[in-house]
């Protein structure tokens, strides 16, 4: 399941283009759940990709630079140490 809220966007769809219009202040969240694939591979010269799927197709992509990447690596590691959700 894949959640989307656009915090008051306005698009124009034009000649088959879609083009946001208005004030670039405006923010997102998504939200995936369900997650069924994930995937870690190198993006560009400097980043670290995470990929996460789920059944009905929707897919998410974050890429990180290596302290960030490192950071996600270690706060998993930690919750694996101390919750017992990985049991």
Same mark, same amino acid.
């Given at each position: 399941?894949?959640?989307?809220?656009?915090?008051?966007?306005?698009?124009?769809?034009?000649?088959?283009?879609?083009?946001?219009?208005?004030?670039?202040?405006?923010?997102?969240?998504?939200?995936?759940?369900?997650?069924?694939?994930?995937?870690?591979?190198?993006?560009? =010269?400097?980043?670290?990709?995470?990929?996460?799927?789920?059944?009905?197709?929707?897919?998410?992509?974050? %890429?990180?630079?290596?302290?960030?990447?490192?950071?996600? %690596?270690?706060?998993? =590691?930690?919750?694996? %140490?101390?919750?017992?959700?990985?049991?």
């Amino acid at each position: 399941m894949l959640t989307l809220d656009l915090e008051s966007f306005m698009f124009e769809l034009k000649d088959g283009a879609v083009k946001h219009i208005g004030p670039s202040n405006k923010t997102a969240t998504v939200k995936c759940y369900d997650v069924e694939g994930v995937e870690v591979r190198e993006f560009g =010269d400097e980043r670290a990709k995470l990929v996460f799927d789920d059944e009905d197709g929707n897919e998410v992509q974050v %890429a990180l630079f290596p302290d960030e990447a490192r950071e996600v %690596a270690r706060g998993i =590691d930690d919750l694996d %140490a101390e919750s017992e959700i990985f049991e």
